[in-house]
Structure formats: structure tokens, C-alpha cells
């Protein structure tokens, strides 16, 4: 549990116990800008509110895919038992918006299963707790949610891709990024519905990313070091012209791409699954696992991941709110299938908008409150279009003071474009949609390439900054940095 939902909890309790000594029924007010009143029942309000009719049904929809056995939350929410003894923490958590996690603000973007709940909906959680939790009449009660067998959300895949041994995450107090060859031996193109991936240890992984890199390629890499897997915060883990595939993070539901779209594995390709384990104070060992979802007919479009953003960062010490911007109109028509922004720890909002030829302007996504740990895509309800000529603009903002808590430098420092969590990123990832011909793909690719040579640029010179930091130390050389960049990388 968040530091700040303990001290919440705490506020809750000893509210609760001195109205409770007390015997007066006055409402439960705490900070304003953690959770709102909880409002008491009159005698103009309708009928008590119950776990049956009224609670269940609003954590089965919003709640259960996560916290559920097996899964990445902390507590499961399926049984009344499980929502009273947690009743405090739902009513903190969905009162303040920290749960479910859902950063976009509405209005900005038409999303696929916007996982928020509305006033009504919290209301009720919030006159429950005050209520005394009832658990109402049994008939009420909804089914409890079924999820396919194996623990896969998606259920049983076509291939299951496990790392070939556990992994020891060693007590280092650093970021580590350890990538792992899951061998395929294609003799043709594979192509792909969905991926999944399954942590083995859902305390050890913040996020996971899958790519796909020449078999002979990602072997020689794998073969250079002793350990399962090879490190790999700044170093290849995808072949020239390659794409990330798919990002895992806390939360995450996997979906189907539409259908006729799919993902493209060339034959002669393996998968590198790269993992990102925070500072432990103590070894763990994880093992995970990667689905896949193989499309059953021949495919018309293909979904592929191209970065846009801001690279030349550099924030000052003590700036509260330090201003980032990005611009670039392209040069090609885009449909985009959905988008994932993304910042560090002292990124504090983005917004990314879209300004069509003829002046009209489409907003793609406005995160107000960002949190490193809840980076997720966002699908669109329908493909985004945009024609040749558009201007994709974003604006972020960064707290690089003090007072910012997440802040990793005490006093802070300034902070440079890098994929190191005390580093910096601003950029947001989008998916497009190509036709499955030769002519598309081709623009495609040079509008990619055009894309990256900022990014590039980036990392030699965050190459050329480590290289002088550690005397010359050939480890840190700018060809072993830049030798085949896939920027999906470091969230």
C-alpha cells in the first residue's frame, strides 16, 4: 500500500472511532484534495445501500480483474468479507481517483473501457462505509466474475513463451533492466493478435516490454554474458527497422487488435522480453512468462509503434513547474489505434492535441496527475485519423523541486534526457494502423527513421556524457549506446 493511503487509512479509523464514542452521525470530512465528504443517510434519501445490490456489482466490473488471487493487487475484492475488511481503503482509493487507475481526463480522447467510475457510483461506496458496510439480502447478489483458466485474461494462447530459468534480482538499491531471449526458430512470418505477459514475481517487475530481433542477433547478445538474460538498460534489443511489440505495466488489460490488423514477426526472428526490476533491498527471483495470440486469417493492416516527443531535455534544479514542448506535422496520413504517454518521476502533467489541416483541432490525450507507476495505452473507441499535414503538438510540465516527492535527487539536481529513472523522457507512443503493402510500409519506415534521428542524436550524446564520466571506459562507448536504437525502452 501507498505511504499515503496508510496515513489515510489512520485519518479514516480515528474519525470513525471518535464520532462512533461519541454517538452522533456527523459526516466524515477529510483533506479536500485526498476524499470528499462521506455523505450520511436521511430520512429524504433512498433505502440503505448494500454489499449485494448495490457494492458488488461496481467492484466485479471496475475492480476484480486486478484484485483477485494470483494477481498483481495487494487484497482480493470478490467476497463481501474481502469489500468490508477493505472498505476504508475503496472509499479513500475511488473518492480521490486513485483507483481504478485511469490518468486520461475526460473530454480530451474517446477511449476504449475508460476504467472510471462515476459520482453515483462512488457516492454509494462512500454512504456504504458510512452505513456500516451491510451486506444485504443474498438474492442480490451478482455472480462472481469468471476468468479463464491458466490465469490468462485473454485465455489459453497459441504460444506460451516462458524465460528458460529464474532470474535473481540482486540487492543493489539501482534500477535494473534485464532483457531475456524466449526462442521461436521461425521458418515463416508469424503474425499476432494479442500478447500477454505474466510476471512471475509481480513485486519484483514494474513493467515489461516485448520485442522482436533477429534470432542470430539476439543470441550473440544473450551469449555474452553468464546469467539468464543479458542487461540491458541502453543497449540493442531490437533489429534495425524493429518495433516494440507490446508493454506490460500494473494493470494492464491485453486486448485483441481489430480485427484484420495484427503484428508482424519475420521469420528468422526471436523474442526478447526485457524486464524492469526497481531497487530491492533484499534478492528476489522472478520468472516470467509471455503469451501469445496468433491472428486465424491472412491480414490486411499492420499495427506498428512509432515514438514522437521532446528529447533535448534539460530541467533546473527547483523548478516547480518546467514548461516541455514538442511539435511536428507529418507528412504522411496516420490512423492511430491508441496512444501512451510517458514521463519519469518528476513528469507531472502531458497533454498531446492534433491540428488537422483545415484548423480543426482534435485532442489526443490530457494527463493531469501523472504517475509513473500507472503508465498504460490508450485505445481509442475508434482509430484516429489524421490527414497528411496535421500538427501533433504536446505540452508537458515537470516539478524538479523539493517539494516534489517522487523527486530522486535531495537537493534536486539538473536533470538530462535519459533512460535511467533519475533520468528524463517526454515523449508519448503512438500505434498506427498500415496497409499491408510494400509502398505504405516503405513511407512508413521513413517517416519512422525521420522520427528517431532526433532521439538518436539523444543518446549519442547521453552516450558521449557517460563515456567522459567514467574515465573513457569502453562499457560506456557511444557505438555499444547507439548501435541499433529502439526507444520503447526505460518507463
Not at 483533506?31 to 467492484?59: C, H, M, W
Request: hydrophobic fraction near 35%.
Amino acid at each position: 500500500m501507498k505511504p499515503a493511503v496508510k496515513i489515510y487509512r489512520v485519518i479514516i479509523v480515528l474519525v470513525i472511532i471518535v464520532t462512533a464514542s461519541f454517538g452522533v452521525g456527523i459526516p466524515v470530512s477529510l483533506a479536500t484534495d485526498s476524499i470528499s465528504t462521506f455523505r450520511q443517510t436521511g430520512s429524504n434519501e433512498p433505502s440503505e445501500v448494500t454489499y449485494t445490490k448495490d457494492i458488488a456489482p461496481i467492484l466485479n466490473k471496475n475492480c476484480a480483474t486486478c484484485h483477485r488471487p494470483g494477481q498483481i493487487a495487494p487484497f482480493s475484492l470478490l467476497t463481501y468479507q474481502d469489500a468490508a475488511t477493505h472498505a476504508m481503503e475503496i472509499a479513500w482509493a475511488t473518492s480521490s481517483r486513485y483507483m481504478p487507475p485511469w490518468k486520461a481526463a475526460p473530454g480530451y480522447g474517446e477511449f476504449k473501457n475508460p476504467r472510471q467510475l462515476n459520482e453515483q457510483e462512488i457516492a454509494l461506496i462512500e454512504r456504504w462505509l458510512n452505513e456500516g458496510t451491510p451486506e444485504g439480502n443474498p438474492a442480490d447478489l451478482p455472480p462472481t466474475p469468471k476468468f479463464p483458466e491458466g490465469g490468462w485474461q485473454l485465455g489459453l494462447p497459441d504460444l506460451i513463451l516462458k524465460v528458460p530459468e529464474p532470474y535473481t534480482v540482486k540487492a543493489t538499491g539501482i534500477d535494473q533492466y534485464q532483457c531475456f531471449v524466449l526462442p521461436l526458430n521461425l521458418p515463416n512470418d508469424l503474425y499476432i493478435r494479442a500478447i500477454e505477459i505474466k510476471p512471475g514475481n509481480s513485486k519484483a517487475v514494474h513493467h515489461a516490454v516485448v520485442y522482436q530481433a533477429a534470432s542470430d542477433e539476439a543470441r550473440r547478445w544473450d551469449a555474452q554474458y553468464p546469467d539468464v538474460g543479458y542487461p540491458c538498460l541502453e543497449v540493442p534489443k531490437s533489429h534495425e527497422g524493429g518495433y516494440g511489440l507490446y508493454t506490460w505495466t500494473p494493470g494492464t488489460s491485453p486486448d485483441y487488435l481489430p480485427d484484420g490488423v495484427v503484428r508482424l514477426i519475420p521469420k528468422g526472428s526471436d523474442i526478447i522480453l526485457e524486464n524492469h526490476y526497481p531497487p530491492t533491498a533484499n534478492e528476489i527471483t522472478d520468472r516470467s512468462t509471455v503469451a501469445i495470440y496468433l491472428a486465424k486469417t491472412e491480414p490486411q493492416k499492420l499495427a506498428i509503434e512509432i515514438p514522437f516527443g521532446q528529447p533535448n531535455l534539460s530541467i533546473p534544479p527547483g523548478e516547480p513547474r518546467y514548461k516541455v514542448t514538442a511539435a511536428m506535422t507529418i507528412p504522411i496520413d496516420l490512423q492511430i489505434l491508441d496512444i501512451m504517454p510517458h514521463m519519469h518521476l518528476l513528469g507531472r502533467e502531458m497533454k498531446v492535441t492534433a491540428t488537422l489541416p483545415d484548423g480543426t483541432v482534435k485532442p489526443m490525450i490530457w494527463i493531469k496527475d501523472w504517475d509513473r507507476n500507472w503508465q498504460m495505452e490508450y485505445q481509442y473507441k475508434e482509430p484516429l485519423n489524421l490527414p497528411k499535414g496535421t500538427k501533433l503538438e504536446m505540452v508537458a510540465y515537470f516539478d524538479n523541486s523539493r517539494d516534489n516527492p517522487r523527486n530522486p535527487n535531495d537537493p534536486p539536481k539538473r536533470v538530462t534526457w535519459g533512460m535511467s529513472a533519475k533520468d528524463e523522457m517526454c515523449d508519448f507512443i503512438i500505434t498506427l494502423i498500415v496497409p499491408n503493402n510494400q509502398e505504405e510500409l516503405k513511407q512508413v519506415n521513413e517517416f519512422y527513421s525521420q522520427v528517431l534521428s532526433e532521439y538518436e542524436a539523444a543518446m549519442r550524446a547521453r552516450a558521449r556524457r557517460l563515456h567522459a564520466a567514467h574515465n573513457g571506459d569502453p562499457t560506456f562507448a557511444a557505438a555499444k549506446v547507439s548501435d541499433s536504437l529502439q526507444l520503447r525502452t526505460a518507463y
